[in-house]
């Protein structure tokens, strides 16, 4: 039987003699170093000191993210410094496997205690000195390969080649061939492909992937054993084949690394099945050779101590069970993953939540229906309490229609897992603020976004932002609860215990954080504040505007206290800087807003009289005439003009003068009663007013209103010739606007109006219609 031998000399295999790279190494001494030591792996080394470690994929997905070549050195690159093994590792020759199968690199740096490196132990060479072959027998290509086979165009650049690996995360592409059967494989190209590529370019990928890609390509079928895969990557020194049906049509891959996470499942399976064969054929002497009885007994005992010696070491627990989870075996590692010896645990279904048995269950018993091996992970609770991850892979037995299959703790794996997923949530909340202050100027929409997604990821009771008031006080701006009687929106709130120094450690980026009001060393004035909203547990961290305090964004937890989490408040803080940038862009936009109203102001309004100048008048005339047109109203315009004003002004001055217009105009103004009425200034002492969805009989109506205001006010004018006061003379065109006129006409027609009025004796007004 073939076996991992205890006798190892691992530390036999690591190569001493290799070229290493200081983390300033450029890319070109990267390639030189990976191509020195056969393209394995390039240790990175500071004064004798392990770094970390450089592979082809590095150097390939570097590229394919887009980095320039001058730009890349050994330290932006390299993995990071727990690529490696410990002197001691070389001691246990299932843990350095283990290791290779969970970081998926093809070499590894070996150091000593002091953080020197040994030398480099390529996953070849281990693997050469390994002989656990006769398992791959038992396992079929089916099982192990990859159906999701990713492929590239011939012609596609080395470029894009290295950008879909990245993106894909896969080491290889297949280059696929249209065909009257299908679609065949026609080519393959790897990393080491483009790495060579690369090497012999020097800087820069050029070329198309027809121009490197290896081919014909080695394909199996989905029947073939692993065994006859591992043949052929020896035999042709090759790392991936791809699986075809019987009319040569694409189905999927099997990769070095595939065939070597089958050991996982099938290892413990195939030395239970070879031990037992072994007992058996123990047994067969022993029937047959009585009289070497003796023999046989110390055969016997010898092959169980081994069997036991290895089912002891590995770190999974072996079980055989039928369908109802009763266990006929179960290794004694058992009690590590769950807490209870193998006697106290008859059924493994006492100790797993409800939910996770029935997605267990579905996932078993579809791959023994699809006639596959099974791999699916639960919850269990442990004997001390807590929940723990386990891994369960295995397969059935058809003959003895029992369940073969190993346990494996996986909990640090989903806990890492879920940091990650956390984390992600985390910075696409960050992004998508950051993206919303780029493509919105509503400030108030922000951060009710902010505060939304705040209150979803933490789970917390109440998040709002906390907008400071002139008068020291504050007023809730915006906020997302759990429940309506958590809502204070537009609550003004004073706090009697804020003062200057509070506000000073905010300006200085400090925060706050109470896991529980009761129990804090707070201020009572803060206490009761806090325990009046409801607070039991809160964290509060400062926005600000420039140099300014201006708000504090702030999660509350009402139900119960709560132990704040390092990554919660950091949350908070990553939020808290877009959101300072989208005050500082409220605040530009505002001042923004004031500028362009004052600019209005300025374009639209005669500097003297404060009232709208000719350009605001030839603008909404245009418009009110479509207007009119479109609804079928009357529209009237209105020229009027002081009469003898030149008189007047030679005779007051013009800074008299001026005011008599200013008084005119607010004379005018005053008796204009509809919202889309308009006076406005037309030139000199000469103005209009237009009266829009106004008839005839509507205009002078408001003409001989500002008459008699213009009487009532009393303006002594000596040298007009109409009479001892200020007049002026009106001009009144009216007409229902159609597409044959244009709004010239009307003005035009009022402007003759005007000059009647004049001819006529003045102090009058003379209207006809367009």
């Not at 020195?36 to 004064?47: A, D, K, M, P, Y």
Request: negative net charge; glycine residues 6%; hydrophobic residues 40%.
């Amino acid at each position: 039987m073939e076996q991992l031998s205890s006798g190892l000399n691992l530390q036999a295999l690591v190569q001493a003699q290799l070229v290493t790279i200081a983390p300033r190494g450029s890319f070109n001494e990267i390639l030189q170093g990976l191509q020195t030591n056969q393209g394995f792996g390039l240790v990175v080394e500071e004064q004798g000191q392990f770094q970390g470690l450089i592979t082809q994929r590095e150097v390939i997905r570097a590229l394919g993210q887009g980095m320039p070549p001058q730009e890349i050195t050994a330290s932006k690159i390299m993995l990071a410094s727990d690529y490696c093994l410990r002197l001691n590792d070389l001691d246990d020759p299932l843990a350095v496997l283990g290791r290779f199968r969970y970081l998926g690199v093809d070499a590894l740096a070996v150091v000593n205690n002091s953080g020197g490196v040994e030398g480099l132990l390529t996953r070849q060479a281990f693997l050469k000195s390994l002989r656990p072959v006769d398992f791959l027998r038992i396992k079929r290509v089916a099982e192990v390969m990859v159906p999701d086979v990713v492929t590239i165009a011939a012609e596609a650049s080395l470029q894009e080649a290295a950008v879909l690996m990245t993106e894909r995360g896969v080491t290889s592409l297949v280059v696929p061939e249209e065909t009257p059967r299908g679609v065949l494989p026609r080519g393959i190209i790897t990393e080491k492909d483009i790495f060579e590529a690369l090497h012999s370019q020097g800087v820069g990928l050029t070329g198309t992937v027809g121009s490197i890609m290896s081919q014909p390509v080695l394909t199996v079928k989905a029947e073939q054993s692993l065994w006859q895969v591992n043949h052929l990557f020896k035999a042709h020194h090759v790392r991936r084949v791809v699986v075809v049906d019987d009319d040569g049509q694409m189905v999927g891959i099997v990769t070095q690394s595939d065939l070597l996470a089958a050991i996982d499942i099938t290892e413990a399976q195939g030395v239970i099945q070879v031990l037992t064969r072994e007992l058996n054929k123990a047994t067969a002497e022993l029937r047959w050779q009585l009289s070497r009885q003796q023999a046989i007994t110390v055969a016997i005992t010898e092959s169980e101590q081994r069997y036991n010696t290895l089912i002891s070491h590995l770190p999974v627990a072996i079980y055989c069970r039928d369908r109802l989870w009763r266990f006929s075996y179960i290794s004694d590692q058992i009690y590590h993953l769950t807490g209870y010896f193998p006697q106290d645990l008859p059924d493994l279904r006492q100790i797993i939540p409800s939910p996770d048995l029935a997605l267990a269950e579905r996932d078993i018993e579809q791959a023994i229906g699809q006639q596959r091996a099974y791999s699916t992970s639960y919850r269990i609770q442990h004997r001390d309490g807590c929940f723990r991850w386990l891994s369960d892979r295995g397969q059935l037995d058809p003959h003895s229609h029992m369940l073969h299959g190993v346990l494996l703790d996986v909990s640090d794996q989903r806990r890492t897992e879920e940091r990650l997923k956390t984390s992600l949530e985390r910075e696409i909340i960050v992004s998508t603020i950051i993206q919303d202050i780029r493509q919105s100027i509503r400030l108030e929409e922000i951060l009710q976004r902010a505060v939304t997604s705040i209150q979803q990821l933490l789970l917390s009771d109440r998040v709002l932002i906390y907008r400071f008031l002139p008068d020291g006080s504050g007023i809730v701006e915006v906020e997302a609860t759990t429940l309506p009687q958590y809502s204070i929106l537009g609550q003004v709130i004073h706090d009697p215990c804020f003062h200057k120094g509070t506000a000073q450690r905010f300006l200085e980026g400090r925060t706050l954080t109470i896991s529980n009001v009761n129990q804090a060393e707070l201020q009572d004035c803060y206490r009761e504040l806090l325990v009046s909203l409801q607070v039991q547990a809160n964290l509060v961290v400062p926005l600000l505007q420039g140099p300014d305090l201006w708000g504090l964004l702030i999660a509350h937890h009402c139900r119960s206290p709560r132990l704040w989490q390092r990554e919660e408040l950091f949350l908070l803080q990553r939020i808290a800087e877009p959101l300072t940038v989208a005050l500082q862009q409220a605040e530009m936009y505002q001042a923004l807003e004031l500028a362009n109203a004052n600019l209005q102001q300025m374009v639209y309004l005669d500097s003297l009289t404060d009232i709208a100048n000719r350009r605001c008048f030839d603008e909404l005339l245009a418009k009110e005439w479509r207007r009119c047109q479109r609804e079928q109203q009357p529209l009237s315009l209105v020229m009027l003009d002081i009469d003898y004003f030149k008189a007047y002004n030679d005779h007051y001055g013009h800074l008299q003068g001026d005011q008599i217009l200013k008084q005119v105009a607010q004379i005018l103004e005053s008796h204009l009663r509809r919202a889309g009425d308009l006076a406005s200034r037309f030139g000199g002492e000469e103005f209009a007013l237009l009266l829009p969805s106004t008839d005839q009989a509507g205009a002078i109506h408001v003409v001989e209103q500002v008459q008699h205001a213009l009487a009532a006010a009393k303006i002594t004018h000596p040298k007009s010739t109409v009479g001892p006061q200020l007049t002026a003379s009106f001009g009144i065109a009216t007409t229902l606007p159609t597409p044959e006129h244009e709004p010239a006409l009307l003005l035009h027609l009022a402007d003759q109006c005007l000059y009647e009025a004049k001819t006529l004796g003045r102090d009058r007004w003379v209207a006809k219609e367009l």
